[in-house]
């Protein structure tokens, strides 16, 4: 199965201030179809997880642009901008291109 | 609009097996290129992928859990039911059951479920 790893695995951040996520996987998530099967997710405190990007920078319905991907292959990036009280959870990474998904081990973002 | 719940017993002895169902309303799992995929999360711990079902009725599962996990759907329920053998205390977790659109993107997640496994 395809491995993702992610770091940091915690980070704390001031409000108003850029934050970056990492995210590498062990086998390359470009497919055939010419698409790079990359997601990101994030589970606010107490909350089922949210999608935020898809296919490594495609913005989800209703995120963000403070929110942005990027990335090939095997690695990406989840950048916030500005990042703002609200955004405190945990970020996922999570590859789609084999048939059996796998999720990255989570990044935990707390505001200082 | 869209919902998904998931239901089933909060509390299992070790060997015995679980099922899970999850109701989905605001659409129908016969929708073209849509699906639900199974998520389980132990308590403080990471998301942790187990299966997904296809509106064409392709099954995929975890390869830890695969000999253990079956996936199926009654479209005319909408329910799609997971079921897991021979239980043990590590498979306690929250299970969550969420809508996959265009093949790909897990796009609205039910709120889960608390398993936990315990005689």
């Known amino acids: 199965d395809i491995v993702m790893t992610q770091t940091p695995l915690s980070l704390s951040v001031t409000p108003g201030q850029p934050a970056s996520i990492s995210c590498k996987s062990s086998?390359?998530?470009?497919?055939?179809?010419?698409?790079?099967?990359l997601y990101w997710y994030l589970q606010k405190p107490g909350q089922s997880p949210q999608l935020l990007i898809y296919?490594?920078?495609s913005r989800f319905s209703g995120v963000p642009d403070r929110f942005s991907g990027s990335g090939s292959g095997t690695d990406f990036t989840l950048k916030i901008s500005r990042v703002e009280a609200e955004d405190v959870g945990v970020y996922y990474c999570?590859?789609?291109?084999?048939?059996?998904?796998?999720f990255g081990q989570g990044t935990k973002v707390e505001i200082k | 609009q869209v919902t998904l719940k998931e239901s089933g017993p909060v509390l299992v002895k070790p060997t015995e097996t679980l099922t899970l169902t999850c109701t989905v309303s605001?659409?129908?799992?016969?929708?073209?290129?849509?699906?639900v995929s199974w998520i389980r999360q132990p308590p403080g711990k990471a998301l942790e992928w187990l299966a997904h079902?296809?509106?064409?009725?392709?099954?995929s599962y975890s390869t830890s859990l695969k000999s253990r996990l079956t996936i199926s759907k009654d479209t005319s329920k909408s329910q799609v039911v997971l079921t897991m053998t021979n239980m043990d205390p590590v498979d306690t977790a929250t299970y969550y059951c969420?809508?996959?659109?265009?093949?790909?993107?897990?796009?609205?997640w039910g709120q889960g479920t608390l398993v936990t496994v315990s005689s």
């Open positions: 969420a809508r996959i659109l265009r093949w790909e993107l897990l796009d609205y």
């Open positions: 605001g659409f129908s799992l016969s929708n073209a290129r849509m699906g």
């Open positions: 079902i296809f509106s064409n009725d392709e099954k």
């Open positions: 086998q390359s998530l470009l497919h055939s179809d010419g698409k790079t099967y």
């Open positions: 296919e490594v920078s």
């Open positions: 999570m590859q789609g291109i084999h048939l059996r998904w796998t």
